[in-house]
């Protein structure tokens, strides 16, 4: 199963742009990346996914290198309610067509005044 | 519309004992995931449901079982209750095989 590296924690200046590091150097082709977050006490929420292209939403932006090994979440504009812990996670597609989700230990950030 | 949904929200057993969890999904979701967060180890995959049957499950040992009913709601059992087993179990729904919503989870205490 692929698995995910992530920095355990990261400061980020409000108003700024957060730059969310993941490594995943042994996903497979058909293996989608996600990232999620969770803010204290409560359940992830889901951020956004991609397969091969950089994808935006009204949330984030998620750049995806070109080998595939590794991703960057950004928050473009990140405020104090941004701080959480973000999950990048591997979806690991078997051949019978079911998957699952191999989370990691994720990036606790903190979004500073 | 009303979010995923678990009970208890707290629990506390002890080694040994056996423990039901449960959770039900947002109205329309036919997958139900089950998450196991033990503390500092971040999210572990556990089980998925989709349509009443189990589709996948990750890596821990069968005394963790579950179920999911026709009205798509599901149980975790977990048997043989060890003190490892603390965490905050968190169910998930799904519909478009995309996003998965979280409940709030239920903190299991194992003394």
């Known amino acids: 199963d692929a698995k995910t590296t992530q920095p355990p924690s990261m400061d980020c200046a409000e108003g700024r742009a957060a730059n969310l590091p993941c490594n995943h150097s042994t996903i497979s082709g058909n293996e989608y990346v996600y990232w999620y977050r969770q803010i204290h006490s409560q359940g992830p929420q889901y951020i956004i996914h991609?397969?091969?292209n950089n994808e935006t939403n009204e949330m984030a932006s998620l750049i995806i290198t070109e080998d595939r090994k590794s991703s960057t979440l950004i928050l473009p504009h990140a405020t104090l309610r941004d701080t959480a812990v973000y999950y990048c996670i591997v979806r690991v597609t078997a051949t019978s067509g079911t998957y699952k989700y191999i989370f990691g230990t994720g990036t606790r950030l903190k979004v500073l005044a | 519309e009303a979010g995923v949904t678990q009970s208890p929200t707290h629990l506390i057993k002890t080694r040994g004992q056996q423990v039901t969890l449960r959770c039900s999904p947002i109205s329309g979701h036919t997958s139900v995931y089950w998450y196991q967060q033990a503390l500092g180890l971040g999210l572990q995959f556990l089980l998925w449901y989709d349509e009443g049957e189990e589709r996948n499950r990750g890596n821990f040992p069968p005394r963790f079982s579950g179920r999911q009913f026709p009205n798509y709601s599901s149980e975790l059992n977990v048997n043989a209750l060890e003190l490892e087993d603390s965490a905050l179990y968190l169910c998930?729904?799904?519909?478009?095989?995309?996003?998965?919503?979280f409940g709030p989870g239920t903190r299991l205490t194992v003394l």
């Open positions: 998930a729904s799904s519909r478009s095989r995309i996003e998965q919503f």
């Open positions: 991609g397969l091969k």
